[in-house]
């Protein structure tokens, strides 16, 4: 039996906004794989809405050789692959795969905080997968943090540093003054040796699905996390739920390869039907035997709960219909529905990724629900339909804005009544101040209103949402302005609007 060593995975776990991505940031700077070809990489923090976590994100680095590692020294430098999870309640789940599928785990306490519910959730999550802990003590740049008073916190949910006499090693950190980074690349590096990361050929390949979309031109998309083998271009791959042949692999940073190794995360294309998030992936040498396997299978898939959809829903009870980009997404948000869901308000009726579709309307029109779009495209035809079939069709970029919308809903008592106005072209764009802005347009249909609330549309695509602030007609304020006329707006908006955009007036 021939055995070799793996490089580690490290799942990067804490509360929300306690510098978790931002961290990883700053190793992907100081690593040397860090930054494809041409240039620096766009920051994480940058890509996400809002500027927090919402998904899984996997990453490979390449630390440069230390002579505190011996092995590193040897070798010339050490793979690492992070993977990094959303910090906020709803994303529970995620973080726990994470943890069931690294190797090591970075526990980031923000100095200036301490201790947080997720914080503990991460502990005991690492804790039943078995895996080593490494502290990482962030935003150590700010005045008045107290070290002393967060390591005894970490103490009472059994988490002992070292200067305190405890075994679990503690990195002060500052992605800000770039501070600690380095010496916490070598502590994974030197808990990596310590662990048992070997790999057997003769096992095969394998490892664990950790993410999954739906793209409108390449279909199912799928992320796995290989544990054992190279995966390659026409593989045949199967879990207890999916099965497909390989057409297309990517690595971390979307660029084309043609195989994977031990692990290192690689987006696949090819699947037949989706697999789950957390199923374990295998390569068969048929799709028939794949398929065979998926018979014998145990595995119990995690699913969101969906009511039955044959009948209306009752006067106090709201169907939801829910979209969204990713399953880890859609996951999420169905914890959001169910922590609100105290009286029984909402019922969640269906539950898939991808974006909004013309049957994803009809369905909520025959189960008289509501549709909440996260990260998803929303076509203007789609959107029409929507109008069309008097459907509520509402698109969300943060996971915050969704419980939010629910608790509103939830106080209103009943469904807000949307009219739509009107719709003007925009024919000019004079000037820019914060979140308000100039404009001049023709009303297309009906009316523009002042006081209105209105949607952008670019190209079919929503964009944004605002309100009229003041209408002119001749340089005089004008009420409204009526089709065929031309007006000057004053808008409120944080979308940069652009000539040639339409607004969609509606009044509730």
């Known amino acids: 039996m021939t055995t070799l060593k793996r490089p580690p995975v490290v799942v990067v776990l804490g509360h929300v906004d306690h510098g978790k991505t931002t961290l990883l940031d700053y190793i992907r700077k100081v690593a040397a794989r860090a930054a494809p070809e041409g240039g620096e990489p766009r920051s994480v923090a940058e890509r996400e809405s809002g500027g927090i976590t919402q998904h899984i994100g996997a990453y490979v680095v390449e630390v440069p ?4 590692s011996a092995e590193a020294s040897r070798e010339g430098g050490r793979t690492i692959t992070f993977l990094d999870t959303p910090g906020h309640e709803a994303f529970s789940a995620m973080r726990s795969r994470g943890a069931q ?12 905080e301490g201790v947080k519910p997720q914080t503990k959730e991460a502990i005991v999550q690492a804790q039943a997968a078995g895996i080593p802990l490494i502290v990482s003590i962030s935003k150590t740049d700010k005045p008045g943090t107290d070290l002393a ?4 916190e970490l103490a009472k949910e059994g988490v002992i540093v070292e200067s305190m006499g405890g075994q679990v090693p503690c990195v002060e950190t500052s992605a800000f003054a770039k501070k600690g980074i380095r010496e916490l690349l070598e502590m994974i590096i030197l808990v990596s040796e310590l662990q048992d990361l070997s790999l057997h050929e003769d096992h095969g390949t394998r490892g664990h699905v950790i993410e999954v979309s739906q793209d409108a031109k390449q279909g199912i998309r799928v992320t796995l996390l290989l544990k054992e083998g190279t995966l390659r271009l026409g593989n045949v791959v199967g879990t207890p739920s999916g099965v497909g042949k390989l057409k297309m692999l990517e690595d971390f940073a979307g660029n084309r390869i043609e195989e994977a190794g031990p692990s290192f995360p690689a987006l696949a294309i090819g699947f037949e039907s989706s697999p789950f998030i957390g199923e374990e992936f295998r390569v068969f040498p048929s799709v028939e035997e794949a398929r065979e396997h998926m018979k014998e299978s145990s595995f119990v898939p995690p699913r969101v709960p969906v009511a039955e959809s044959g009948q209306a829903p009752e006067e106090s009870t ?11 997404s859609l996951e999420a948000i169905s914890q959001i529905v169910d922590s609100v869901n105290n009286e029984g308000k909402f019922k969640i009726v269906k539950a898939d990724v991808g974006d909004v579709t013309e049957g994803d309307v009809k369905f909520a029109r025959d189960t008289k629900a509501r549709i909440l779009a996260f990260r998803v495209k929303i076509p203007s035809g789609i959107a029409r339909v929507a109008e069309r079939e008097k459907i509520s069709l509402e698109r969300f970029e943060i996971i915050y804005d969704i419980a939010e919308r629910l608790h509103k809903i939830i106080e209103e008592g009943k469904e807000p009544v949307v009219q739509e106005l009107g719709l003007l072209r925009v024919l000019a764009t004079f000037s820019t101040e ?3 802005q100039v404009i001049g347009g023709r009303v297309i249909t009906g ?11 670019r190209e079919e695509q929503l964009m944004g949402k605002g309100k009229v602030m003041n209408l002119q007609r001749s340089k005089k304020d004008m009420p409204s302005v009526s089709k ?3 007006a000057g707006l004053m808008v409120q908006t944080d979308i940069g609007i652009q000539e040639g955009d339409y607004l969609k007036f509606f009044a509730s």
Do not use: Q, T
């Open 65 to 68: 050789a230390e002579p505190k």
């Open 101 to 112: 599928v690294a190797d090591i785990g970075i526990l980031v306490v923000a100095s200036d």
């Open 149 to 152: 008073k967060v390591k005894n």
């Open 318 to 328: 709201m169907h939801l219909v829910l979209k969204a980009d990713v399953a880890g």
């Open 434 to 436: 914060r979140d308000r």
């Open 447 to 457: 009316m523009a209103k002042k006081g209105a609330a209105f949607e952008v549309m």
């Open 484 to 486: 065929g006329e031309e």
